[in-house]
């Protein structure tokens, strides 16, 4: 009797796919998202509706508890051998509808990969704006089960369950306070599964910083079983493995401290087994000048899932420097550079999506004249603290960088001078800026925007 327990806040959806269905588990904390559920308007109604990015329960705009009253909503669910769960942000399913979703799944089912890349392209093609987050884990027996199965859209997990259409929906809808909205049951639950639901919004929470996350993720991340893939053991070297690797290939990192440099190489996906489990430090014979990992003159490369460190023992100038070059950067965690963590020299095109970039007495971020990086869903956290540099982070003239979903702490959008007017409004209302909100601030129950999730 396999079961899933899912807590849940705000927005962001949890799908279950089994046979040819699939079943919205969770209720959105949103007007308009309740009217969908109450069947006042449809999916495709709500998916334009003007006011469906609205929500009024969120994780990170007040302080809460976990077991605070109308917060979390619990949800256990089974969760068969011949089952898939698919978690997304709004950032999908504002753009794609539920069947479609399915058809995509069960098309590409037996390759999670290519599930999670198929919808967030999907997304991006049908005109996506706000970020697409998914989270995809299948059971062994559903790729068989879902070969040659029609879709079909099921609304609910529970067909036969009265959803209840509260009476302050239409005070939701003008703006207006309505205390005691939303779905009453909670259970306590780990709070990893919490975190897995809540996704993006929950960083403010935990000390603003992804690793609560990503730790749990990583028990429902597919392993990695590419044909053809380099290997590299604890006692081997990652620069020997990139240097006999073809274009199109991937290099697999076991989990272990690895002291060299890095230097990444066209079309080759270097990755990390097990997400920030394999560490990369200068050895000892580098000097503060240097870069751990290096992107010089490539194309279709990738970084993923990879800590890099400096300490008194192992001093680290540079963590990632990147020239003219081509890459994404994904779930990389970055603390202890001198000089700056992430250095985005001239043609620099660069995603750098889901790291952690903290502690650095250096910058965190240098974004020379030329580039143009795509930073994304980020958090920076307590960079720029070495009397030795003036400023947390640096923007040339003629960088032309985009920013979206990040968290910054001690990072103000004063420091973003170099950026044209229409780029720094794009980066407050599409940033969350840690010290510019009061934590002690009075709670208000009126449905909000984005920003401050």
């Known amino acids: ?7 849940h806040v705000g927005d962001t959806r949890l799908y279950k ?30 998916m334009h509706h003007a006011r469906r990015n609205e929500v009024y329960r969120d994780v990170g705009s007040e302080p809460h508890q976990p077991a605070d009253p109308d917060f979390i909503d619990v949800h256990e669910i089974p969760f068969e051998r011949d089952a898939a769960l698919l978690l ?16 995509v799944v069960r098309r590409l089912a037996g390759q999670p990969h290519l599930v999670v890349r198929a919808l967030i392209e999907a997304a991006n093609t049908a005109g996506g704006k706000d970020n697409v987050t998914v989270v995809y884990v299948e059971e062994e027996q559903f790729a068989p089960a879902a070969a040659g199965v029609s879709s079909e859209v099921t609304r609910r997990l529970n067909a036969g369950q009265d959803v209840r259409c509260p009476a302050e929906l239409a005070s939701h809808m003008r703006g207006e306070a309505a205390p005691g909205a939303g779905t009453k049951s ?12 809540t996704l993006g919004t929950a960083l403010a929470l935990f000390r603003l910083r992804p690793a609560w ?13 590419t044909p053809g ?21 991937e290099v697999i990192v076991e989990p272990g401290e690895y002291r060299e440099t890095v230097l ?17 430090r200068l050895p000892g014979s580098a000097s503060e000048r240097d870069a751990a990992v290096v992107a010089a003159n490539v194309s279709g490369a990738e970084f993923v899932g990879f800590r890099i460190v400096g300490d008194a023992a192992t001093p680290l100038g540079t963590g990632l420097r990147v020239s003219d070059a081509e890459l994404s950067v994904v779930d990389v965690e970055i603390t202890g550079a001198v000089n700056v963590a992430i250095d985005l020299a001239d043609m620099a095109r660069v995603n750098v999506v889901a790291s952690d970039i903290h502690d650095n007495p250096g910058a965190a971020l240098a974004i020379r004249s030329g580039a143009s990086p795509r930073i994304a869903h980020n958090v920076f956290v307590r960079n720029g603290v070495s009397e030795r540099v003036s ?9 032309e960088p985009r920013f979206s979903g990040n968290v910054f702490q001690g990072i103000g959008p004063g420091l973003f001078g170099a950026l044209g007017e229409a780029a720094r409004i794009a980066l407050v209302k599409d940033n969350w800026f840690a010290d510019s909100q009061d934590p002690r601030s009075t709670p208000s129950t009126v449905p909000r925007g984005r920003r401050g999730r």
Do not use: W, Y
Not at 1 to 7: N, T
Not at 237 to 245: E, N, Q, V
């Open 1 to 7: 009797d396999r079961r899933a327990i899912v807590g």
């Open 17 to 46: 796919l089994r046979d040819d269905r699939i079943e919205k588990v969770t209720h959105d904390h949103s007007p308009v998202g309740e009217r969908e559920d109450c069947g006042e308007i449809s999916e495709l109604e709500a």
């Open 88 to 103: 997304c942000s709004d950032g999908l399913t504002d753009l794609i509808e539920s069947s479609s979703i399915n058809q």
């Open 186 to 197: 909670r259970r306590a639950v780990p709070i990893a599964l919490i975190a897995l639901v």
């Open 213 to 225: 996350l990503m730790a749990a993720l990583r028990e429902f991340a597919p392993p990695i079983s």
């Open 229 to 249: 893939a380099i290997t590299v053991p604890p006692t081997g070297s990652i620069a020997a493995a990139l240097r006999g690797a073809r274009a199109g290939s």
């Open 264 to 280: 990444l190489m066209n079309g080759v996906r270097l990755v990390s087994r097990v997400p920030r489990g394999a560490t990369i």
């Open 391 to 399: 400023t947390a982070l640096i923007i040339e003239e003629h960088a």
